[in-house]
């Protein structure tokens, strides 16, 4: 079983849409949860991170954690087409980073 | 965020060749830097951890004598790819690592090199 679960899409949503993103996780020892966004042919950028559960807002971005489910969530507000990118999660311990396989998403004007 | 760069951004070599991918941080000193590979349609996939001044600590699987990675100063590491074969083609990654708070660093990434060997 791999240490983090994401589907890998792709997902098409209409411009505005809200945007829902999950991904799953095993270790229960995580303790920081990531979102990244990735452009084509780039290196990954830190969107958010979240510490244990609970929520943390930033501008049109959410990120929700539930660790009793082992689950986390990156909500995306009224959605552009320039937030069309792959997004990874991440789950951090020790020094050391589990990313799940990342979802496309695709936002259509 | 800090700028990381990486050079070369794609290269194509013949098989048995060997390759040197550079990592630079530009604006901050970096005492961790990360290696990963990514192959297509899949999750970053963490290769080794250098630390500046000793020696990479590798992932299980990962030929340290293949995968050689040198993080001689806090702006730069190399991985080279010795002895380079077709399924060693992938998309290498770097990232160099700043602490955000407590345990937890904050990553940021290179852009990537594309290797294809022939």
């Known amino acids: 079983q791999k240490e983090v679960e994401q589907d890998p899409g792709p997902l098409s949503v209409p411009e505005g849409a809200i945007v829902s993103l999950n991904c799953t996780y095993s270790n229960s020892a995580f303790q920081y949860f990531m979102w990244y966004r990735q452009y084509s042919r780039k290196g990954p950028e830190l969107l958010m991170y979240?510490?244990?559960?609970g929520n943390k807002e930033d501008g049109r971005f959410t990120a929700q954690v539930d660790k009793s489910s082992k689950y986390i969530s990156l909500f995306i507000r009224d959605s552009q087409p320039s937030d069309s990118a792959t997004y990874l999660c991440?789950?951090?311990?020790?020094?050391?980073?589990?990313f799940g396989s990342g979802t496309k998403l695709n936002v259509k004007p | 965020g800090a700028v990381v760069s990486q050079h070369p951004s794609r290269v194509i070599c013949k098989s048995g060749t060997s390759v040197k991918i550079e990592c630079r941080s530009l604006d901050f000193q970096a005492t961790t830097m990360f290696w990963y590979r990514q192959f297509p349609k899949q999750s970053l996939m963490l290769m080794a951890t250098?630390?500046?001044?000793?020696?990479?600590?590798?992932e299980q699987g990962v030929e340290k004598d293949k995968f050689l990675i040198n993080h001689a100063s806090l702006t730069l590491s190399t991985l080279t790819v010795t002895s380079a074969h077709p399924e060693d083609s992938s998309f290498y990654i770097c990232?160099?690592?700043?602490?955000?708070?407590?345990?937890?660093?904050?990553?940021?990434f290179g852009p990537g090199t594309r290797l294809t060997v022939l």
């Open positions: 991440a789950c951090y311990n020790f020094n050391k980073f589990y």
């Open positions: 250098s630390n500046e001044g000793s020696k990479a600590t590798y």
């Open positions: 990232s160099a690592g700043s602490r955000l708070a407590g345990n937890v660093f904050e990553q940021f």
């Open positions: 979240t510490y244990s559960s």
